[in-house]
Every structure is written in C-alpha cells, then in structure tokens.
T-cell receptor, first 115, second 117 residues
Framework: AQKITQTQPGMFVQEKEAVTLDCTYD???????LFWYKQPSSGEMIFLIY??????QNATEGRYSLNFQKARKSANLVISASQLGDSAMYFC????????????FGTGTSLTVIP | DGGITQSPKYLFRKEGQNVTLSCEQN?????MYWYRQDPGQGLRLIYY???????QKGDIAEGYSVSREKKESFPLTVTSAQKNPTAFYLC????????????????FGEGSWLTVV
C-alpha cells in the first residue's frame, strides 16, 4: 500500500486566490511527522511546513497552512493568496517513528498559478 | 554557507560506463539519502545511510552502489547494470531522530541530471 497518496496530478489557481493540495497517508505508527516540499522547475526541493502526529493545532508558516485531519489520515496543504512564484511541483512526505530515517514521498501535484 | 553540494549538475554517460555522483554536506547530519526522480514523477529511494560505514538499500537499489566512509560524504555510483539511468538524482541529509516528532526535516542538494548517450 502507498504510504503517501496525492491524487491531484495538476492544479490551477488564479493569482491571489487560495488553493488546497490534497495528501493522505497510511501508517499504523502512532508517532509520525508530515512534511510538504516545493520543487520549482530548477529542481531544488524546498521545505515548506511540518506537522507532528501529536500536534494539537494545525501548522502554519506564512501563507502555508496544513489542514491536519488525523482520523481521516489527511494532511492537506493550503496556500493562501497565491502568487506566480508558487507555480511548482508540491510533494507531501511522511516520516514514521519506528523507521525514523525513511521519508516516504507522494507522487506530487503540479500547481500552476494563472495571472 | 551550510548545505548539501552535489556535483556535477549535468552528467552524460556512455553505454556500459560507470559514473559517480558526488554528495557532500556540512550540516553535521548523521543520515544521508539518494533519491531518483523521473520526469513528472515522485521521488524513489535508492540508498540511505544512518551512520558512517553503514548503508541500506532503498526501493530501487539495483544497478547502484554507495559508500559512506566519511560523515559528510555519500557518493553514488551508477553502474552499467542500471539499464535506464537517465533521471534526476537528489541527495539529501537529515538528523537521526531521537524522536520523530522533533520535526527534523530532510534537506536536499540541488540535484544532478544524468543522461545516457
């Protein structure tokens, strides 16, 4: 079974609008961390935001927030006030407490911001 | 500046040739990783190392080899046994989690493009 599932291969959003990128995960470990990364066309991977499995509140970092729904095993990324520079691939990832050193990545979502 | 340096950025390999991708980090991280990314695809783990002189196979280790003789270095060799090596290769590092809730993220290099000619 896939550890991380991103069901949206591509998304479009109007500039200045908000967009939600979906991510669901699969683990039986009660201790885990969830991460989102941005990959622009240059190829570098940029860390955006982190959510721990025991965190009570949703993580926020500037215009990024993580909609963490533990019972549904979902960790959707919300980007508010989209900018042209947000156009990129976005990857959801998970790190489990048991294995610790393995990061499991989804297949990514390509986001295009339309002026 | 602290970070991960991959070289070369672009590499061309002839059929039957072995090539080595370099990865150096000065973040004092214990764990290092190699991922392969095909166009429009996600990341697949090739090898990872939690400590010097130790490494484990990932999901697609066949046709690749690594070494971890120094904490800061984790070179990847793409051997002639790898039949379809054309891809983007990403090296990464992280701290060993004493607690996965610590939020220790994984940091990436800028990647290396390998093309078979």
């Amino acid at each position: 079974a896939q550890k991380i599932t991103q069901t949206q291969p591509g998304m479009f959003v109007q500039e200045k609008e908000a967009v939600t990128l979906d991510c669901t995960y699969d683990t039986s470990d009660p201790s885990y961390g969830l991460f989102w990364y941005k990959q622009p066309s240059s190829g570098e991977m940029i860390f955006l935001i982190y959510q721990g499995s025991y965190d009570q509140q949703n993580a926020t970092e500037g215009r990024y927030s993580l909609n963490f729904q533990k019972a549904r095993k979902s960790a959707n990324l919300v980007i508010s006030a989209s900018q042209l520079g947000d156009s990129a691939m976005y990857f959801c990832a998970m790190r489990e407490g048991r294995t610790g050193n393995q990061f499991y990545f989804g297949t990514g979502t390509s986001l295009t911001v339309i002026p | 500046d602290g970070g991960i340096t991959q070289s070369p950025k672009y590499l061309f390999r002839k059929e039957g040739q072995n090539v080595t991708l370099s990865c150096e980090q000065n973040l004092n991280h214990d764990a290092m990783y190699w991922y392969r990314q095909d166009p429009g695809q996600g990341l697949r783990l090739i090898y990872y190392s939690q400590i010097v002189n130790d490494f484990q196979k990932g999901d697609i280790a066949e046709g690749y080899s690594v070494s971890r003789e120094k904490k800061e270095s984790f070179p990847l060799t793409v051997t002639s046994a790898q039949k379809n090596p054309t891809a983007f290769y990403l090296c990464a590092s992280s701290n060993n989690p004493r607690d996965s809730l610590s939020g220790n993220t994984i940091y990436f290099g800028e990647g290396s493009w390998l093309t078979v000619v």
